[in-house]
């Protein structure tokens, strides 16, 4: 334990697993009395900077970008979705959100910090491969997109415990969000008085934003891998597991985004799909490495 609180990089990990911890039953208080929290959104914010510290810090000390383990891949997974919750929770200030959102940057950090062996948290040098200019632009924006995607999913996980016993009518578009004019008859004119949407509104419309900036940016990412597969091994595709699974990943969310945009789904219905696409990319993410298996694999259980 002293040589790990003496590793500045593990140390600032510890740190923002510390302060997620604080965070979370608070942020489940907070829900409890329908408010959002200011201390809630401080505690994730100080989380945020200590991931992105620890991974500057690595950065400088290896040498390359800070993706050559699964520990450095969950830290930075950890830090796109603690800053994909501050810009939901900036949108809408609601303690839904960080209730949601916070268990899963709180796992990432905790699965990094005590699950992994110790030679997965050691930074360790790029195979040949990797290499690349293109290791930036296409793991971060993969990274960047699973956070989205995964808090997106949260929030629609949450609609679906939200008024639970009642029947779910939407009002708004699948974009629009806030409040609308609702019309009422009078004698001798017409008045029109403002209604608030409800809470399982907004949490659907923003899931759907979030799960949409997910889903561009897991198809850049899409794009840019093969465009580098193609470079490092001389083949677009090559139905490595993580290649086949991030293409199940992004046509679980393409049928999420063709229930909202053609079939006019709100609400509970592609609330499914979502969680379904929470699952794919569990798996996808974490089963593919744990099983050490494939060219992206970090590899754990089978390596000697």
Known sequence: MPALLNDPVL???LTAFALLLVALPLAFWSLSGGRSSTAVRLLVAGANLCLTAQLVLRWWESGHFPIS????SLCFLAWGCTLTQLLVERSWPSPLVP????????GCVAFASFAL???????????????????VMHVSVIMISYAALLVGSLLSLAVLFTDRGNSLEL??????????????????????????MPAVEQLDSLSYRTITVGFLLLSVGLVSGA????????SWWSWDPKETWALICWLVYAAYLHTRLIRGWQGRKPALVAAAG?????????????LGIGLHSYGWFFDS
């Open 69 to 72: 383990n699964l520990y450095e």
């Open 117 to 135: 062996p110790d030679r997965l948290q050691e930074a360790s040098p790029l195979v040949p491969a990797l290499r690349s200019s293109w290791l």
């Open 278 to 290: 929470l699952v794919v990319i569990v798996v996808c993410y974490i089963g593919v490495n744990l």
């Open 171 to 196: 009002r708004s578009s699948s974009i629009g969000s806030g409040g609308y004019r609702q019309a009422q008859l009078a004698t001798p004119q017409l008045q029109l008085s403002s209604v608030a």
């Open 11 to 13: 140390g600032l990990g």
């Open 99 to 106: 209730a949601a959102a916070t268990p899963m940057a709180l």
């Open 227 to 234: 465009v580098w597969a193609n470079e490092a091994w001389g």
